[in-house]
């Protein structure tokens, strides 16, 4: 959407509801980013932090999550887009510990205009977007990825681990 556009004069806002209902599910990862994952090599931007077993299914390793990109993207001189990868992580990191039996690292990774979030948890359980339901406290997390990334979706390396990773535009 352009400045000018109806939905913005209009004063419409989009909301999560707004974003595709499957999207992107089961897609593959950019090919930069796929070959990072699959081969196990280091990006050039590469940052990975492990969390600690004990705190992998505590609310507080969210924070934990969003102060390491605020921290790693500062240090890489990539602050624009600091608030919406936060937002992104902390969405990843509480699936992973909700629905994938906790989170086990979350790892970033830029390349050229693009960053990548990837957390792994411990489940092989597929991200799936929960249908729009206003009266639900949950189930928006992955709509809101949706409409901030270019892509996202999952990887599953072998084992009873997951990589869920979105790509945001720099």
């Known amino acids: 959407?352009?400045?000018?556009?109806?939905?913005?004069?209009s004063g419409a806002r989009m909301t999560t509801f707004d974003a595709?209902?499957?999207a992107a599910i089961g897609s593959r990862p950019p090919g930069w980013l796929s070959t990072i994952l699959v081969d196990g090599r280091a990006g050039e931007c590469d940052a990975v932090f492990p969390f600690h077993q004990r705190s992998a299914?505590?609310?507080?390793?969210?924070a934990t999550a969003r102060?390491?990109?605020d921290q790693t993207l500062t240090s890489w001189g990539v602050i624009e887009v600091a608030?919406?990868?936060?937002?992104?992580?902390s969405e990843l990191?509480?699936?992973a510990m909700r629905h994938g039996g906790g989170v086990v690292q979350l790892r970033l990774l830029a390349h050229r205009a693009e960053l990548a979030c990837v957390v792994t948890d411990h489940?092989?359980?597929v991200p799936v977007a929960a249908a729009p339901d206003v009266f639900s406290e949950y189930g928006r997390g992955l709509?809101?990825?949706d409409a901030l990334c270019t892509a996202w979706g999952w990887l599953s390396p072998g084992g009873t681990r997951k990589l869920v990773w979105a790509v945001l535009a720099g």
């Open 83 to 89: 608030f919406d990868a936060q937002l992104v992580v």
């Open 143 to 145: 709509r809101l990825v």
């Open 123 to 125: 489940s092989q359980t």
């Open 1 to 9: 959407m352009g400045n000018g556009s109806p939905d913005r004069a």
């Open 67 to 69: 102060r390491f990109v």
């Open 93 to 95: 990191v509480t699936n």
């Open 20 to 22: 595709r209902p499957q």
């Open 57 to 62: 299914l505590e609310p507080a390793c969210v």
